[in-house]
T-cell receptor, first 108, second 111 residues
Framework: DQQVKQNSPSLSVQEGRISILNCDYT??????FLWYKKYPAEGPTFLIS?????DKNEDGRFTVFLNKSAKHLSLHIVPSQPGDSAVYFC???????FGAGTQVVVTP | EAQVTQNPRYLITVTGKKLTVTCSQN?????MSWYRQDPGLGLRQIYY???????DKGDVPEGYKVSRKEKRNFPLILESPSPNQTSLYFC??????????FGSGTRLTVV
């Protein structure tokens, strides 16, 4: 039973526009969330995280928003660049739950 | 360079032939874990280890074994591989709040 869900398997966006990736979770005990980015033939790498005591965390072009009442978080990439084309996983820290991933394709 | 190293990167084997995928980390992390990635299912945890000689089952442990005799190494053992274990495997280690450091993956095909 997946407790972290990414319902959009893919997302296509034009270079320079905003990419919005969504993630829902079911366990209200989750207190820390992370986003990982994965290129083909490589392992996932940590991108950005957020604690449940915050509702927003920003790092350069990447912002994660957390809505605890809705058990929903989102990752915004602004502006999107071709190098952002990758699979993005949402995860909840311990327990070790990952979403299924969203493939982002940024087109020129 | 801080890293998690998995070997081999690619492996094709036959049903029932025992195999081991090695994993080594140079960051002195206590926590290590194995995941498999399958389409539509994301990353699912197979086994994890909190420290030397301490291992526990993850979400999908059936058909796998692990050992943690020393802190840096955490091999994944398939005693009798079956085709449903064809997958992409990742080893990871963890310290602190920034989550995992992953290896580059091992693509296993069982025919």
């Amino acid at each position: 039973d997946q407790q972290v869900k990414q319902n959009s398997p893919s997302l296509s966006v034009q270079e320079g526009r905003i990419s919005i990736l969504n993630c829902d979770y079911t366990n209200s005990m989750f207190d820390y969330f992370l986003w990982y980015k994965k290129y083909p033939a490589e392992g996932p790498t940590f991108l950005i995280s957020i604690s449940s005591i915050k509702d927003k965390n920003e790092d350069g072009r990447f912002t994660v928003f957390l809505n605890k009442s809705a058990k929903h978080l989102s990752l915004h990439i602004v502006p999107s660049q071709p190098g952002d084309s990758a699979v993005y996983f949402c995860a909840a820290r311990a327990p070790k739950q990952f979403g299924a991933g969203t493939q982002v394709v940024v087109t020129p | 360079e801080a890293q998690v190293t998995q070997n081999p990167r690619y492996l094709i084997t036959v049903t029932g032939k025992k195999l081991t995928v090695t994993c080594s980390q140079n960051m002195n992390h206590e926590y290590m874990s194995w995941y498999r990635q399958d389409p539509g299912l994301g990353l699912r945890q197979i086994y994890y280890s909190m420290n030397v000689e301490v291992t526990d089952k993850g979400d999908v442990p059936e058909g796998y074994k692990v050992s943690r005799k020393e802190k840096r190494n955490f091999p994944l053992i398939l005693e009798s591989p079956s085709p449903n274990q064809t997958s992409l495997y990742f080893c990871a280690s963890k310290a602190g709040v920034h989550g995992y450091t992953f290896g580059s993956g091992t693509r296993l095909t069982v025919v």
